[in-house]
């Protein structure tokens, strides 16, 4: 089943920029942190612990889990 989508797109205008993407979702008011169980080198699943919902992360580019926070990706975008 389908559910929501949020869908972020960087394009640089001119010359180049090195970015840093760090998704570190928190669930029921920030207590717990994210359990995170990278699928591939491009996708991830980030769950509070315990819990079968939590959020799919799917990118065009590598991403790497941190260590109890979530997951992070750095690109140059020219």
């Known amino acids: 089943e389908a559910g929501c989508a ?3 797109t960087l394009r640089c205008i001119r010359g180049g920029l090195k ?3 760090a998704c570190e979702p ?3 008011y920030a207590r717990p942190r994210p359990v995170v169980a ?3 080198e491009r996708e991830a699943l980030l769950c ?3 819990e079968a919902y939590g959020l799919w992360l799917l990118a065009e580019v590598p991403i790497q889990a941190v260590d ?3 997951v992070e990706a750095v690109l140059e975008i020219k």
């Open 6 to 8: 949020l869908v972020r």
């Open 19 to 21: 970015f840093r993407m």
């Open 26 to 28: 928190r669930f029921d």
């Open 38 to 40: 990278q699928e591939s």
């Open 48 to 50: 509070p612990p315990g």
């Open 68 to 70: 109890g926070q979530g």
